[in-house]
């Protein structure tokens, strides 16, 4: 490895299925390419929708440093006394929330190697709750980071493609990388931007790929047909492990490579 630092980032953990495909697969991820530092977003861990503080426990013993969210943050109501006093600060949640929302979007901690790093979290608004801007939040937040922490990393949980590579042109230079979450499918345009950040516009889904984007097929179908509410099931078949491997200079934070990572 060199004098570079690895940061493994996995995809949105779907439920139980995913759960598990991280459990048993992540250790030999880590053996495989030694990460130096291991990121998640988990917001849907919870049968797909949320997260406990049970669960997060679960997934930080995991060895997972931090771990990232976003508009489903809030769909378990036991999570929110818990954002911010517990776990260390390492859930976060999307930073471009209005202030009196409980917990925080930044996290800056050191690997066991000592090597420092920040995690920043936003979220989109467009076909999204319309919240603060995140391009004027990632800015406020790089204000909070000291000069000397160098490898930084952005978690953008939106739905639109357009704002994602926007706002990965916008930090190009600034952070080491920027990787898109929430919708599930894993994109093929992962790269270094021309000032050093690596950019991958959605890391795809830990868990049912037998599915729409991890929810049982018949139920999505049916509710496109009729547009009648309908329950939403976790699906179970053709589980996969989706990430991607960024590799930096500790000294400058600039990326030097990034690939995806699909495992079944």
Same mark, same amino acid.
């Not at 130096?36 to 997260?51: P, S, T, Y």
């Not at 050191?110 to 989109?124: D, F, H, I, P, W």
């Not at 909070?144 to 994602?164: G, N, W, Y």
């Given at each position: 490895?060199?004098? /570079?630092?690895? =940061?493994?980032?996995?995809?949105? =953990?779907?439920?139980?299925?995913?759960?598990?495909?991280?459990? $048993?697969?992540? %250790?030999?991820?880590?053996?495989?390419?030694?990460?130096?530092?291991?990121?998640?977003?988990? $917001?849907?861990?919870?049968?797909?929708?949320g997260?406990?503080?049970?669960?997060v $426990?679960?997934?930080?013993?995991? *060895?997972?440093?931090?771990?990232?969210?976003?508009?489903?943050?809030?769909?378990?109501?036991?999570? !929110?006394?818990?954002?911010?006093?517990?776990?260390?600060?390492?859930?976060?949640?999307?930073?471009?929330? %209005? *202030?009196?929302?409980? *917990?925080?979007? !930044?996290?800056?901690? /050191?690997?066991? /190697?000592?090597m420092?790093?920040? &995690?920043?979290?936003?979220?989109?608004?467009?076909?999204?709750?319309?919240?603060?801007?995140p391009?004027?939040t990632? #800015?406020?937040?790089? $204000?909070?980071?000291?000069?000397? &922490?160098?490898?930084?990393? @952005? #978690?953008?949980?939106?739905?639109?493609?357009?704002?994602?590579?926007a706002?990965?042109?916008?930090?190009?230079?600034? @952070?080491?990388?920027?990787?898109?979450?929430?919708?599930?499918v894993?994109?093929?345009?992962?790269? &270094?931007? %021309?000032?050093?950040?690596?950019?991958?516009?959605? !890391?795809?889904?830990?868990?049912?790929?037998?599915?729409?984007?991890? @929810?049982?097929?018949?139920a999505?179908?049916?509710?496109?047909?009729?547009q &009648? %509410?309908?329950?939403?099931? @976790?699906?179970?078949?053709?589980?996969?492990?989706?990430?991607?491997?960024?590799?930096? #200079?500790?000294? /400058?934070?600039?990326?030097?490579?990034?690939?995806?990572?699909?495992?079944r």
């Amino acid at each position: 490895m060199g004098n /570079s630092v690895r =940061i493994l980032f996995i995809g949105d =953990i779907f439920g139980r299925p995913g759960r598990r495909i991280l459990k $048993e697969t992540l %250790p030999h991820l880590v053996e495989e390419y030694s990460p130096d530092l291991v990121l998640a977003n988990g $917001e849907n861990a919870a049968a797909g929708f949320g997260i406990t503080p049970a669960l997060v $426990e679960e997934l930080l013993a995991l *060895g997972i440093a931090v771990l990232t969210s976003g508009n489903h943050i809030w769909d378990k109501k036991e999570i !929110l006394p818990y954002l911010g006093d517990h776990a260390d600060g390492r859930l976060l949640r999307p930073a471009n929330y %209005p *202030g009196p929302s409980p *917990g925080h979007g !930044l996290y800056v901690g /050191s690997t066991r /190697s000592e090597m420092n790093y920040a &995690v920043m979290n936003l979220q989109g608004r467009i076909f999204m709750p319309p919240i603060d801007c995140p391009f004027r939040t990632a #800015d406020k937040l790089l $204000e909070q980071i000291s000069p000397e &922490v160098k490898i930084r990393i @952005v #978690d953008m949980h939106a739905e639109a493609t357009s704002e994602k590579l926007a706002l990965g042109w916008y930090l190009d230079g600034r @952070v080491t990388a920027v990787v898109g979450t929430h919708t599930h499918v894993p994109t093929a345009d992962e790269r &270094v931007l %021309p000032e050093g950040t690596a950019y991958i516009t959605d !890391l795809g889904m830990t868990g049912p790929y037998d599915s729409v984007i991890g @929810v049982e097929k018949g139920a999505v179908i049916e509710k496109f047909l009729s547009q &009648v %509410p309908a329950r939403f099931d @976790v699906a179970k078949g053709d589980v996969r492990l989706s990430a991607a491997l960024i590799e930096a #200079d500790p000294a /400058s934070g600039r990326a030097v490579s990034i690939q995806r990572i699909l495992r079944r």
